[in-house]
């Protein structure tokens, strides 16, 4: 998506050669316009898939489903992190391990809102190593639900979730992949 | 906003006399088709009021934040919970209780994101005891930012919070408040 890559390399950063900061208009302040154009965007691929439900991960996934599923006329699932969050014991869990912040979590879904008979588009705005995508993977096996396409904004393809989870048969799209990041700037994957 | 309450009555459930939950429509699964509404009623409320900026708190704050903000064309800017999220040490920041998980996060934001000149509405999802939205208060007042106005979807009015803000001078516009839960069944405030 050209309008997305133009955005990175004109207002992210790339620090060092593996981080892509894209606070300024995707995960901390957040463009609006060209989010709704990611959501077309999204929709454009995705509009011939049987989708029912979309599942995202707080917190930055929230806004990007939101948006997207305007143009499906769908409603949105998100995955909440940690224990305790007021949504009951009637929920499929798993264990999400972050790379990034050397970290595990639990990550939970209220039974009552995933199911089998469920075709499910998963949003997220960044895939690096995958760990989450295949949490949410893992639920929907527990749900019985059917994951019909996995919608990355950024994807890290320098970094092994995107071949991890195609591996898996996932349909994985992104909307800019990001192969090298060198001397500040950023190399993407045509 | 009677689509709201309507929402409330039959799709939400009064738990004990103090817990509404809308997991069902609002915070964890999320009715888009209403949230549209939802973001249509606060532009209707504010769209008189100088307002740049849409300032929410992660993570259920996100998605109400994001489609209200297709209606004011102005970016949207969340407040991050908890520590080393990555957003470097460039921030503002405060400490805000939850009264519900007797626990005290820190809130931050980037300075990059909020300065003097800034005109803020303020979207979130619940208002109980107010101390989320002090904490942003407190946070937009340390980057010389303006409140031009709270949009609150269900205000907990049985609690203190409304009537904290309001006496701080806040201009708080909540769509539904619930003023009393008994017997299952919601009161609102008319």
Chains 1, 2 share one sequence.
């Not at 997207?68 to 992190?81: L, M």
């Not at 798993?94 to 979590?105: E, G, I, P």
């Not at 992949?177 to 060198?182: A, G, K, L």
Request: charged share 20%.
């Amino acid at each position: 998506m050209e309008l997305l890559k133009k955005a990175i390399m004109e207002r992210g950063r790339a620090i060092g050669t593996d981080i892509i900061q894209v606070d300024m208009f995707l995960n901390h302040q957040i463009d609006i316009e060209l989010l709704n154009e990611i959501g077309r965007e999204f929709y454009r691929i995705f509009e011939k898939v049987p989708i029912n439900k979309i599942l995202t991960i707080e917190a930055s996934g929230i806004g990007i489903a939101c948006i997207t599923a305007q143009y499906f006329h769908v409603p949105v699932v998100f995955a909440k992190k940690g224990q305790a969050r007021n949504i009951g014991n009637n929920v499929y869990s798993c264990m999400v391990h972050s790379f990034t912040k050397n970290a595990t979590y639990p990550v939970q879904i209220s039974k009552d809102y995933i199911g089998p008979g469920d075709n499910l588009l998963i949003i997220d705005d960044f895939l690096a190593n995958g760990q989450a995508i295949l949490g949410l993977k893992d639920i929907a096996d527990q749900a019985g639900a059917v994951i019909s396409g996995v919608g990355i904004v950024i994807e890290k393809g320098f970094q092994g979730g995107g071949q991890l989870l195609r591996d898996k048969g996932l349909r994985v799209e992104s909307l800019a992949i990001v192969d090298v990041i060198e001397n500040g700037t950023f190399q993407f994957r045509e």
